[in-house]
């Protein structure tokens, strides 16, 4: 259940910024949620692989990099939807840096409100504390 809301918060974010960044485009709403699950795949093969390949620039810019990272993912999940026939458009870098970055900071807020953290007590009877004299 958190996967899909997860999901839904990555679209609202993806709303947020067309509205806010200019450069950005989208069409219904189903069209982005299916780029929310296109950037989640994209995140997770082709962002993984240039951030492995960047380790230096991002361990010299204390992980900031991955801003330039997370943009260029960006403009290519733009760039991937248009030929998927979706109605979602990212005009260039910029535009996906930025829209990158607004997505995603609203996609988390949503989900550190919304979502609930799996904390969980321990099960079972206390543990016994032995006094050794």
């Not at 990212?90 to 990158?100: H, I, P, T």
């Amino acid at each position: 259940m958190s996967l899909l809301l997860r999901f839904l918060f990555s679209a609202i974010g993806l709303l947020v910024a067309c509205s806010v960044v200019t450069g950005l485009g989208h069409g219904s709403f189903l069209d982005l949620l299916i780029v929310a699950v296109i950037l989640a795949a994209l995140n997770t093969t082709v962002g993984s692989f240039l951030k492995l390949m960047a380790f230096v620039p991002m361990a010299c810019s204390f992980g900031c990099f991955s801003l330039v990272i997370n943009g260029l993912v960006f403009w290519l999940a733009g760039t991937l939807s248009l030929k998927l026939g979706l109605n979602f458009t990212v005009s260039g870098f910029w535009a996906g840096f930025f829209g990158a970055l607004v997505s995603s900071v609203i996609a988390s807020i949503l989900g550190a409100i919304f979502i609930p953290k799996d904390r969980q007590r321990p099960q079972g009877p206390a543990p016994s504390i032995k006094v050794v004299n």
